[in-house]
C-alpha cells in the first residue's frame, strides 16, 4: 500500500469549497502527484437515502476519502470497495445498502443506491470543473460507464440517465450579500456560514466589519448613504438589506433590484416596506424593479430577535433557490 501521507492531505485540499468542488480538488492534487483516485456518485436511489442523486465522494487509491455518499456512516466501507476498483482502471456501477451483495455496508434509512465509480478522471476534466466552480457556473459533465470516460456538458436540465450516460448538473452555491450594521447582520453572517452559503458584506460600521473579519469572506465598508458599490450579484445570489436607518438603503436597493439574483429583501414593518417602495418610486425606479423587493422578510411574522430573524430570512431564501433549481 501506498503512503501517500507526504504527498496529498485531502481535507486541506478540500477546505474551503463547496461539497460539489471539493472532490474535484481532492483528485486534481491527487493527479498531480501521480495518484490515482476514483469520482464516486450517488445514480440511483432505491427507497430512502440520506444525500441526493449525483452526490459525490472522492477516493485515494490508499483508501482516503472526501465527501458523503451517506450520512457519514458508511463512507469508510464504501472506500475500502472502491479502491480495488481503481486498480481496475474500468467504471462500475455497484450497489449499496437494500439489494445489495455486501451485506455488510447497511444504511440506517433502509434505502439503497447505486454508485457509479468514474476510475479515470483525466485532469483536463478536473481543471475544467474547478474552473466552471470558481466562476460560479453552471455546468454538467457526462459520465459513461461504457467507455470509462467524462465529458463536460454546458447545459443540462437535471441530473439523471439518459441513454446509458450519466449526467451531473451542477449549480453554483447560494451566495449571501447581506448588508447591513449591528447584530442582525452578525448572526445572520454567522449562521449562514455555517449553513455553507458564500458570503459577502457590506456595512457602514467599523466594529460590525471587525467581527465579521474572521469568516473570511469579502467586506465592503459602506462610508455615506447613497454610496455607489460594487454589487457581486449573480443569479444565485440573495440579496438582504439590515438596516434599521432606511437612508442607507435607497441606492443600494435601486441597483440590487435591477440585478439577477433570486432572491432581495429589506428589514421593517408593512409600513417601512410601504414607505421603502414610495422613496424608490420618487427616486424613479422601475415599478418591476420595486415589486421584486421582499418585505417584510422571513418566514415567521415579525421576527425581531437576531437568531429567530436569522432563521426566519434564510429559510425564506432556502425555499427561493429551491424554487429556483426545480425552474
Not at 163 to 192: Q, S
Request: charged share 25%.
Amino acid at each position: 500500500m501506498l503512503d501517500l501521507s507526504a504527498t496529498i492531505d485531502p481535507t486541506a485540499a478540500a477546505a474551503g469549497l463547496s461539497r460539489d468542488a471539493a472532490p474535484f480538488a481532492v483528485l486534481r492534487q491527487a493527479r498531480a502527484v501521480g495518484i490515482r483516485g476514483a469520482l464516486v456518485s450517488i445514480s440511483a436511489i432505491d427507497g430512502g437515502a440520506p444525500k441526493p442523486l449525483g452526490a459525490h465522494m472522492a477516493v485515494l487509491e490508499d483508501g482516503r476519502h472526501v465527501g458523503h455518499v451517506s450520512g457519514g456512516c458508511v463512507e469508510a466501507a464504501i472506500a475500502a470497495e472502491v479502491v480495488p476498483i481503481i486498480g481496475r482502471q474500468t467504471d462500475e456501477v455497484v450497489r449499496f445498502g437494500k439489494g445489495s451483495c455486501f451485506i455488510d455496508i447497511r444504511f440506517p434509512c433502509g434505502g439503497g443506491v447505486d454508485l457509479l465509480v468514474h476510475t479515470r478522471p483525466d485532469e483536463a476534466l478536473l481543471d475544467a470543473a474547478l474552473a466552471r466552480f470558481a466562476r460560479r457556473a453552471a455546468f454538467a459533465i457526462a459520465f459513461d460507464p461504457a467507455t470509462s470516460s467524462s465529458r463536460l456538458v454546458e447545459a443540462v436540465r437535471e441530473t439523471g440517465w439518459s441513454d446509458g450516460v450519466f449526467l451531473r448538473r451542477y449549480l453554483p452555491r447560494t451566495r449571501l450579500l447581506a448588508i447591513g450594521r449591528g447584530p442582525d447582520l452578525e448572526v445572520i453572517a454567522r449562521v449562514a456560514a455555517a449553513a455553507e452559503l458564500d458570503l459577502a458584506f457590506a456595512t457602514p460600521d467599523e466594529a460590525t466589519a471587525a467581527s465579521l473579519a474572521a469568516l473570511g469572506a469579502p467586506i465592503t465598508l459602506l462610508k455615506t448613504p447613497g454610496q455607489a458599490i460594487d454589487l457581486p450579484i449573480d443569479r444565485w445570489t440573495a440579496t438582504v438589506l439590515l438596516f434599521h436607518e432606511h437612508e442607507w438603503e435607497n441606492a443600494i436597493l435601486a441597483r440590487a433590484a435591477a440585478a439577477d439574483g433570486f432572491y432581495l429583501g429589506a428589514l421593517g414593518s408593512v409600513r417601512t416596506h410601504r414607505e421603502r417602495c414610495a422613496r424608490l418610486r420618487g427616486m424613479g425606479v422601475p415599478e418591476d424593479h420595486i415589486a421584486r423587493i421582499k418585505g417584510p422578510i422571513g418566514l415567521i411574522d415579525r421576527a425581531r430577535e437576531p437568531g429567530m430573524l436569522a432563521l426566519s430570512v434564510l429559510a425564506e431564501i432556502g425555499a427561493a433557490r429551491a424554487a429556483l433549481d426545480r425552474a
